[in-house]
Structure formats: structure tokens, C-alpha cells
């Protein structure tokens, strides 16, 4: 399975953004999608995940009630919707795949994408 993320770019704070995972190889719908992000010298950040068909969603409390992951079917690609920007947000955003039935973790993933970066700055 390969994964590609696109959408990022620079905006200013308080923007918004929807970032799109897809499979450029395979098909991830057996896979929960987890969004991470990560800034140099800090370790990668979980940041929200979705199951398989979508009934299971979690964030991490740095961005609940900002970002919002979704899915159509499991075999749609994934977004991630951005609000309310703000400056430490910048980072390299990843999407990644984990083969699972049921459920989503926020943590050991399978599968990894490279990356888009996005760079909130006024």
C-alpha cells in the first residue's frame, strides 16, 4: 500500500485548509488512516484517526474541536479539515494505514505516506 497526501501549502492564522490522503498504490479499504504531523527535532505527533468504515473517530487534545478527519467509504480517500489556524501548526503532515477490522489508534501504523507540508505564518 502506498499513500499520498496533498493539500498542503502556507496560509495565514486563522485559515483554514482540508488536507486529502489517498492510495496511489492499493486500496486501504481494510486500513484505519491516522494524520500525524511533525516539526523538526520533536517527535511525531498522532494527531486524529479514523476506522476502516468510519465509525470510530479520535484527536489528540492539540487540535479536538479544530480538525475534523472524515471518510465517504473506506475506500474514498481521507480528509482532514483544518480551522482556526495557528502558527505552530506548522509541520510536515503525514497520513498513515494500519490493517485493522475495527478501530483506530493514534500510534503504530503499517503504512506512511511522505508527507505535504503546510506553514501557517502571517
Known amino acids: 500500500l502506498q499513500l499520498e497526501e496533498s493539500g498542503g501549502g502556507l496560509l495565514q492564522p486563522g485559515g483554514s485548509l482540508t488536507l486529502s490522503c489517498a492510495a496511489s498504490?492499493?486500496?486501504?479499504?481494510?486500513?484505519?488512516i491516522t494524520w500525524f504531523r511533525q516539526v523538526p527535532f520533536k517527535e511525531r505527533e498522532g494527531l486524529a484517526c479514523?476506522?476502516?468504515?468510519?465509525?470510530?473517530?479520535k484527536y489528540s487534545d492539540s487540535v479536538k474541536g479544530r480538525f475534523s478527519i472524515s471518510r465517504d467509504s473506506p475506500e474514498s480517500p481521507v480528509s482532514l479539515q483544518m480551522r482556526s489556524l495557528k502558527p505552530e501548526d506548522t509541520a510536515v503532515y503525514y497520513c498513515?494505514?494500519?490493517?485493522?477490522?475495527?478501530?483506530?489508534?493514534?500510534?503504530?501504523?503499517?503504512?506512511w505516506g511522505e508527507g505535504t507540508l503546510v506553514t501557517v505564518s502571517s
Open positions: 498513515a494505514a494500519r490493517r485493522l477490522f475495527s478501530g483506530c489508534y493514534l500510534a503504530t501504523m503499517d503504512y
Open positions: 498504490s492499493g486500496s486501504f479499504d481494510e486500513y484505519a
Open positions: 479514523i476506522s476502516r468504515i468510519g465509525s470510530t473517530i
